[in-house]
């Protein structure tokens, strides 16, 4: 089994900046991708960011330039560093990490962008 912990949400105005940490624990051997996906209400989960062990990253179009994925494999834990947020990123978010080709989820983390 896998725990991951996640935490750093909050509400933040827009044009401010948070930062996401998921501390993995457990059965983490072999974890090949850590990164985070959000949900919206009324909206489906998508993928935000992810960072794949050899070191490549993967952005959806919408975050690209303002948010950055990050990794300290000597931690297992993974962060999210969101500069510039928009009402849009508001959502709920989750960290996702893959160890031995199955998917293990967070608990979720609320984001609120508003002023």
């Known amino acids: 089994q896998v725990q991951l912990v996640e935490s750093g949400g909050g509400l933040v105005q827009p044009g401010g900046s948070l930062r996401l940490s998921c501390a993995a624990s457990?059965?983490?051997?072999?974890?090949?991708?850590m990164g985070w996906f959000r949900q919206a209400p009324g909206k489906q989960r998508g993928m935000v960011a992810t960072?794949?062990?050899?070191?490549?990253?993967n952005y959806a179009d919408s975050v690209k330039g303002r948010f950055t994925v990050s990794r300290d494999n000597a931690k297992n834990t993974v962060y999210l560093q969101m500069n510039s947020l928009k009402p849009e990123d508001t959502a709920v978010y989750y960290c996702?990490?893959?160890?031995?080709?199955?998917?293990?989820w967070g608990q979720g983390t609320q984001v609120t962008v508003s002023s």
């Open positions: 996702y990490v893959l160890v031995r080709a199955k998917g293990y």
């Open positions: 457990g059965s983490i051997f072999d974890i090949s991708v």
């Open positions: 960072k794949a062990s050899g070191g490549a990253t």
